[in-house]
């Protein structure tokens, strides 16, 4: 156990990062979830992924905001392209999303296989590294975010078709550059998923199941010096394991999912 590692000049930026993502993926999550496309995230993800590779291979500063801006347009294309598929192929847009999904994956291969560092740089990508996260990464990303909770607020419920995919592309691409595409996913589906049953605070009770997954998963990591975004991943996991064995008496059924 290393008691030195827990940092806070480290950890404290790190969690404010998954923090300020729990913002908007709680809430995006259950509207995700109500709609029954689970996996979208994963797709849009990837497709700013294969942005962020390509933006590398051009010789683009990783940190500038040319890369935001190739990551940004790859991913709204993506979510241009869903959008018209929904309208007309609505009965298969899971699968078709799937398939997005596994075409951005292989291009990011494709594109990494004549990198000496592609697997290293592939695992960046898909696990992140979110413990390298510093105050100043976090200024562009809470900008976007704010603007989006600014938007849901306001026209909540208008906020459907080709609106939903791009500002979801918007949000997606700022959160993988700051912790990548697995947790990525668990922000915004497994708090969701967790509290679709709740009867009251459901948005805050994702909220908190994030948070203290986020910090379990930092803690963790930092003593035991492992693998800090799966560690995250697996601690919000159990956490919702948890949580949803203590609230099973006091749920409603979930919403019917849409297609």
């Known amino acids: 156990m290393?008691?030195?590692?827990?940092?806070?000049?480290?950890l404290g930026p790190a969690?404010?990062?998954?923090?300020?993502?729990?913002?908007?993926?709680v809430?995006?999550?259950?509207?995700?979830?109500?709609?029954?496309?689970?996996?979208?995230?994963?797709a849009i993800a990837q497709m700013a992924g294969v942005g962020?590779?390509?933006a590398d291979m051009l010789g683009l500063p990783m940190h500038g905001v040319s890369v935001q801006l190739v990551a940004t347009a790859t991913a709204m294309a993506g979510a241009l392209l869903l959008a018209w598929l929904e309208k007309r192929y609505a009965e298969s847009l899971e699968a078709l999303i799937g398939i997005?999904?596994?075409?951005?994956?292989?291009?990011?291969?494709?594109l990494l296989s004549k990198n000496p560092h592609g697997g290293e740089?592939?695992?960046d990508l898909l696990v992140g590294q979110i413990l390298w996260v510093s105050p100043h990464d976090l200024i562009p990303a809470a900008c976007i975010y704010a603007a989006?909770?600014?938007?849901?607020?306001l026209f909540g419920q208008r906020i459907t078709g080709v609106l939903f995919y791009l500002l979801f592309a918007i949000m997606v691409t700022a959160s993988v550059q700051l912790i990548g595409v697995y947790l990525v996913f668990a922000s915004l589906i497994i708090p969701a998923l967790?509290?679709?049953?709740?009867?009251?605070f459901r948005i805050l009770s994702g909220y908190g199941l994030g948070v203290a997954g986020y910090a379990v998963g930092l803690i963790t990591s930092a003593l035991f010096d492992l693998p800090t975004g799966a560690i995250i991943v697996c601690s919000i996991a159990l956490l919702s394991l948890v949580f949803t064995a203590l609230n099973a008496h006091g749920s409603v059924p979930p919403r019917t999912m849409k297609p």
Do not use: C, Q
């Open 2 to 10: 290393n008691m030195d590692g827990l940092d806070l000049s480290i």
């Open 15 to 25: 969690l404010l990062a998954g923090i300020l993502v729990l913002t908007t993926h």
């Open 27 to 42: 809430p995006m999550g259950i509207k995700v979830l109500e709609r029954g496309i689970v996996f979208i995230d994963l």
């Open 52 to 54: 962020i590779i390509a």
């Open 100 to 110: 997005l999904f596994v075409l951005a994956a292989s291009i990011s291969i494709i």
């Open 121 to 123: 740089y592939l695992k």
């Open 148 to 153: 989006i909770l600014i938007l849901w607020r």
């Open 194 to 200: 967790t509290v679709m049953r709740v009867r009251r």
